[in-house]
Every structure is written in C-alpha cells, then in structure tokens.
C-alpha cells in the first residue's frame, strides 16, 4: 500500500484534532451500551495523532484497553504513551506483530479505508477487501466493528465515481498531480478510493460480517461539472456502519 505524503499527514492530524469529539459523538449511541463493569479492548486503524483515541480514554477510564495503528507515527503518541498503546505499522501487519491472536471487542476505522491505495485500482479493491478479512478475524465473537466514511455512488456505473477518482488522485505525473490538488484534493500524486454504498456492503457481507446498525448522512450534489466528469449520481460524507460478525 502506497504511503501518504508529509502535505497529507499534517492535513489529517489537524483534522483528527479539530474531529476527534465530533466522531465520537456520532458513536455515542453504541458506547453507552457497553457494559460499565466489564473491561474491553479497542483498537483503532489509523489513529493518526491518537485524539480520538484519547476521547475514548475519558470515557471508560482504566477498564479500556486501548491500541491505535497508524502507518505514519505521531509527535502526539510520545504524550500519550501511557494512556494509549500506539504501533506505527499497517493493519496487514497485524498478524505479524505483538498484538498477534489478540481479539478486540471494539474496532475502529474512520476516515480511513478511502487511503488503502494500491499501485492500480485491482490492487487497491483486494487492500480494502484483506483489511477487512483481516479485520473480521480479529473481531471478539460479540464485538463491533465500527466505520465512519464516505459513500460516492456512480451514476451509470456503482463504481464509475470510485474509479476516476482514483485513477486521477493515483497518477504520479506531477502536473497533472498539481492540477488535481488545486481541486482541494490533498491525496493527488498519492491516491484515495472512494467505495459507493453498494460496494462497502458488498465488502462486509464477504467479510463474514453482518451491518447491524446504519446511519447515513444527508445525500448531496456536486457540481454540474463534476458531476459529469466522475460520473456521480450523489455522495454523503461521515456514513456510520457498525457491523458485527456473523
């Protein structure tokens, strides 16, 4: 899997400042279930500067046990490595590491599988599916897995959106690489997927996971545009999917 760039590192770790308590909000409803008396672990895949991490942490105290993964470490990690178990590696590397036949109840990825980008699109769907089989095998048999993403559905074709959007982000010409980036897109010259609502499913279906909860943001319109250039009927941004094995 492609790396990200220091440009995209510095923009998602403000972003996972400015977000952490908006993105555990939007879980709220799940936590508040969990038992108070039992203790739990949780990992989170690609914990960036390990906010929101942090944000579960006030929440259930010493009785969490809590691992965040990112490929890229943080300056943040180091303030708060008594707090959090942070590892800088790939969830593909998971199996290879300490936290091997660990299983967890609580399973974090937000705002993430859109990155697990490949060197052509093949490769970039059979990262996405891995992740999640990988994902699916360390899930406590009562545990969720929990996704907040984005859906970019396609207008003729379900995945003609996901499509051009990689193959522009994914295009390592620097001109073109520029051009794409004054489109407010911080990926270009590196890569990012979008997958559309039908092709998430699909993937935590083949995964041995059933969706137990769905909350979907509103709908919305690019421009006319755009609209035509990626193909897209619509998109919604920060859909939340909780999935528990089947």
Not at 170 to 197: D, P, Q, T, Y
């Amino acid at each position: 899997m492609r790396n990200i760039n220091e440009s995209q590192q510095g923009v998602y770790e403000y972003g996972d400042k400015v977000a952490a308590r908006e993105i555990f909000s939007r879980y709220a409803f799940l936590l508040q279930q969990i038992p108070v008396s039992k203790d739990i672990s949780i990992l989170d895949i690609g914990c960036s500067a390990g906010n929101f991490d942090l944000e579960l942490k006030n929440f259930f105290g010493n009785r969490a046990h809590i691992y965040g993964i990112d490929s890229v470490s943080s300056d943040n990690w180091l303030a708060h490595k008594n707090e959090i178990n942070f590892y800088q590696m790939s969830i593909t590397d998971i199996e290879n590491s300490d936290l091997k036949g660990k299983k967890f109840d609580l399973i974090f990825i937000n705002r993430v599988v859109h990155h697990l980008v490949g060197d052509n699109y093949v490769q970039t769907q059979k990262n996405i599916e891995e992740t999640f089989r990988i994902i699916s095998s360390i899930l406590s048999p009562q545990g969720y897995f929990c996704i907040l993403d984005h859906f970019y559905n396609g207008l003729f074709w379900d995945n003609s959106t996901s499509y051009i959007i990689y193959s522009l982000t994914a295009s390592k010409n620097k001109f073109l690489a520029k051009f794409i980036k004054r489109f407010g897109a911080e990926s270009a010259g590196v890569g990012v997927c979008f997958l559309s609502r039908k092709k998430w499913l699909a993937n935590i279906n083949n995964s041995n996971m059933n969706l137990v909860f769905e909350k979907n943001s509103p709908e919305r319109q690019l421009s006319l545009f755009k609209k035509i250039l990626l193909l897209n009927k619509n998109f919604s941004l920060d859909n939340v999917l909780i999935c528990q094995k089947k």
